[in-house]
């Protein structure tokens, strides 16, 4: 009858993921009983060298399994481990061989579901053997522990009594007994005839005068055999209990490691449907994320930086408060605060009280809120405050801008209509407004393109982080990142773009805003008030008035100062209108559209879409699995089938 014999080297010092092992992986032999098999492959994996290489290396930590399946055969498995050595045979051991080949012993001594064959020849001292002391530490009550004789025939003539003594229990005494076995001689192996190894054991035990008084059940491999079932049944039934729940515990801790792994991604549909899985992910978490309902999962709590709206939120403000107090060159002429005139700047801050205001009647800024890193003592102000990543240095922008001067605005006016005057006569060129809001607005590029590059660097590290806490297998998150890369910084791209864009178009004034003309007016009457104020006197019956007599003394202007003057209110007026649709434009559509929440945003790249335009190379490059990780697989699935089996078993 023939045999199916099959060969693999288990998880060892190279592991079952090493390439090398897959050519005899799995591989079948086919053999007769009785036939010997050269494995080269097998030695060569396991490191093992060819005695005709003059390689010196006997052992390996790797071990080599041979299954043999047919209806005649023992459900028993057997360990051949090598003998204890103390010192190495030239040519065939090695010193580095023996603390390898005694852990190996005591490692199979250790397991308490084992049986332990103590194999001894028949004609050496048995109390030398040190692997009956090994045997004593591991199983020091002997329930575990057969003692086994080989090479009777040699024994020394005048010797037998002493091997019948320990047979029969009479010294050396172990609680399972001793078996004797007899193999084949070299003489009948050299032979060449077809052997009956049973019938001639049996005929040398029924023959040798002293072998024969033995008990039939306790010689040759028949009985050894029967032995050895028997033990082994009362050992898995003491062990039965613990065997059940070693088996469920090794259930669950494959399908984890299975499930670990993740699906299969082997196929093109398998790679599509688990980036489908993470691009839906990723989405979900976006839409919470925009949505701010950071309660609704885990992450948020984990990774602060994955709360997406808030972190927008509070550059938005830092953003709004730099072009606020750092936004103009120039700070602009401002009457005196008094509680009469705190109307004249609450259309340009809200709300306000005299205390909001400092003695520069410039607004205090919101500490509390830590909306600003900047003060408005700094002679350089920054316009970043979250951090590069390398791959994006090419695409932001980090500068600073000089602190805008706190007085002097009429004089630098006059300058600049000095320069630009003509034959006008209480007019001038519309030009004029032009070049003054270019200069009172330079520092809107640097801030925009600041805000822009924080805005960039939120959302990239939102990508970033997010996906790695969809994607538990780092290597592809690192390659999906990669290649999500071309299109995220093309994201990027449109909003930087955006935001230069909007700064040309806002140093070219023009507005249909009737906010404008209010503040104009505003401005008028604010002037006018100042120069009535030491006129004001208090009347019982009406308040604050000032006498139509004292009209006639308010200081006259020159027309070069009336045109100036005029130029700043304008100025003035126009800015506030112009500096808040810049912050409102450059968060609308340069960040909000482009990066935040636009159809085709940077959060949006990672979608159903993007993966299903993603090429078979790109799929496998992405989540493909390697080598190691389909065997890892197929190993894991192939032990949870034979650990459901063997629960199912165990369960009748």
């Given at each position: ?81 090598p003998g204890i050595f103390r010192n190495p045979t ?128 306790s010689v040759g491999v028949h009985s050894l055999r ?427």
């Amino acid at each position: 009858m023939s045999e199916s014999q099959d060969t693999e080297v288990p998880r060892g010092s190279h592991g079952l993921g090493d390439p090398r092992h897959l050519a005899i992986i799995d591989k079948l032999i086919e053999l007769q009983i009785g036939d010997s098999v050269e494995l080269p492959q097998a030695r060569k994996v396991m490191g093992i060298g060819d005695p005709s290489s003059g390689s010196k290396k006997s052992f390996s930590n790797d071990i080599l399994k041979i299954e043999v399946v047919g209806p005649d055969q023992q459900h028993l498995s057997v360990v051949d481990v090598p003998g204890i050595f103390r010192n190495p045979t030239e040519g065939v051991t090695t010193q580095t061989d023996i603390p390898i080949i005694r852990a190996m012993v005591e490692r199979y001594l250790g397991n308490s579901r084992s049986v332990i064959l103590a194999v001894i020849p028949a004609n050496v001292d048995i109390a030398t053997q040190e692997i009956l002391m090994m045997a004593k530490k591991f199983d020091a009550h002997g329930q575990r522990t057969l003692g086994v004789l080989t090479k009777p025939d040699l024994v020394d003539e005048g010797a037998e009594d002493n091997i019948l003594n320990l047979m029969r229990g009479m010294t050396h005494k172990m609680k399972l007994g001793w078996c004797m076995v007899k193999n084949p001689g070299q003489k009948d192996l050299n032979s060449g005839a077809d052997i009956d190894r049973l019938a001639l054991e049996k005929a040398f035990f029924k023959d040798d005068a002293n072998w024969s008084k033995l008990d039939e059940d306790s010689v040759g491999v028949h009985s050894l055999r029967l032995r050895l079932v028997d033990l082994l049944t009362t050992t898995v039934r003491k062990e039965f209990i613990h065997v059940r729940a070693d088996v469920i515990q090794n259930l669950k801790d494959c399908e984890r490691k299975l499930k670990a792994l993740g699906p299969p991604r082997e196929t093109k549909e398998q790679q599509q449907r688990f980036l489908f899985d993470l691009a839906t992910r990723f989405q979900e978490l976006t839409t919470r994320a925009l949505a701010a309902h950071y309660g609704s999962d885990d992450a948020f709590d984990s990774e602060p930086s994955l709360r997406l709206a808030n972190a927008v939120v509070r550059r938005n403000r830092t953003f709004s408060d730099d072009v606020l107090y750092h936004g103009h060159t120039m700070a602009f002429e401002e009457a005196v605060m008094t509680e009469n005139m705190a109307e004249t700047v609450a259309d340009e801050y809200g709300e306000v009280e005299a205390d909001d205001f400092d003695q520069d009647n410039r607004r205090k800024p919101d500490v509390s809120a830590a909306a600003s890193m900047n003060s408005v003592a700094e002679k350089e102000i920054v316009t970043r405050y979250h951090a590069n990543f390398d791959e994006l240095d090419d695409l932001l922008v980090d500068v600073k801008i000089p602190a805008n001067q706190g007085k002097g605005i009429i004089q630098w006016i006059e300058k600049v209509y000095d320069d630009f005057r003509g034959f006008e006569i209480g007019t001038f060129d519309p030009s004029l407004i032009t070049a003054l809001l270019k200069k009172q607005s330079s520092n809107w590029m640097s801030l925009a393109l600041g805000y822009t590059s924080d805005l960039i660097s939120i959302i990239h590290t939102y990508i970033c982080h997010s996906i790695k806490e969809i994607c538990q297998d780092d290597q592809i998150a690192v390659v999906l990142r990669s290649v999500m890369m071309d299109q995220v910084t093309e994201r990027y791209k449109r909003a930087m773009e955006q935001a230069h864009f909007i700064v040309n178009v806002e140093v070219n004034p023009m507005t249909c805003n009737h906010y404008f003309a209010d503040n104009l007016e505003k401005c008028k009457s604010q002037r006018m008030k100042s120069s009535l104020r030491s006129k004001v006197t208090f009347d019982k019956k009406y308040g604050q008035i000032v006498r139509s007599s004292d009209l006639d003394h308010i200081s006259s202007m020159s027309n070069l100062q009336s045109t100036v003057q005029q130029l700043h209110d304008i100025l003035k007026s126009y800015y506030k209108v112009a500096r808040k649709r810049f912050v409102d434009n450059v968060c609308m559509q340069a960040a909000e559209y482009h990066l935040v929440r636009g159809p085709d945003s940077a959060v949006r790249v990672l979608s159903t879409s993007f993966v299903s335009d993603l090429k078979p190379e790109h799929l496998e490059n992405i989540v493909g699995e390697d080598a190691s990780t389909k065997m890892k697989r197929a190993d894991l699935t192939l032990q949870i089938e034979k650990l459901k089996k063997a629960k199912c078993l165990l369960a009748l």
